[in-house]
């Protein structure tokens, strides 16, 4: 039987789960092209993958322009990678040992039927119950916030390809506030007529409701979604691994790619 909230399509899925694996943030955007693409491919059941960040990076998403999102000298003098993802959506900021990410790739039948706005609450609503289980108020704001009565816990982007959907949600377990303001330049004047623009959002960490470490939180998250949705252990292969590298080489860690005008 689905637990509350969760679709009997999504349900009916043979899912692989990927844990927690540390890489840096150009080859979690390639990895992320590359699964997809394997699962489009038939080569990969839907696989969710959680993600390990080991360095500090600010997340573009594909339709924004880094010259209007980012505060480019004070993310050099912080040391954060600027990197963008395939999908849509706001720039992210995450932390090795602050944010957790997931990823999820899968046919878009499992989501036919709903609309665009409401597959994020349906995709994240597994997350919203594992936040619940650790005593955190959480529930969802559309189109793509997890949040607590004091602000945001989490935003999710899409992207879809031939028929299939790739969401990821990135999650603030800590997350110093003022650096929102000190990276991003939400609120500041556009330089380019280019590109959408981040929302100003109060943020909340997982860290203001649970003594769990970052990487507790992960654990149990993916026990979370291992007992939902019966999935089974999976790791990325060599040959994924290396499609990535090449990802990283011709796409994802160039400024090509980085710096284009959407």
Known sequence: ????????D???????????????AHMHMALDEMLLERVIGGTRRPTVRFWEWTESALVIGSHQSVMNEIDIQAARKSGFTITRRMSGGGTMICEP???????????ATAVSGISFRQSYA?????????FIELGVPASYREI??????????????QARRRGFVLHHTTIAHS??????????RVGRDRLSERGVRSAEKEVSPLAWFTELTCAEVAIHMQASFRSAFDAHESELSAAELHGAQDLVETKYGTQAWIERIP
């Open 1 to 8: 039987m689905s637990e509350p909230g969760l679709s009997a």
């Open 97 to 107: 040992g602050r944010t957790i990410t997931y990823s999820m790739c899968l046919p």
């Open 10 to 24: 999504l349900n009916a899925l043979e899912w692989d789960l990927i844990p927690s694996s540390p890489q840096p």
């Open 144 to 157: 793509n916030d997890i949040i607590s009565p004091r602000g945001k816990i989490a935003g999710a982007a």
């Open 122 to 130: 349906l995709l994240d609503a597994w997350a919203v119950q594992s």
């Open 175 to 184: 997350m110093d506030a003022g650096l929102v303001r000190e990276l991003i």
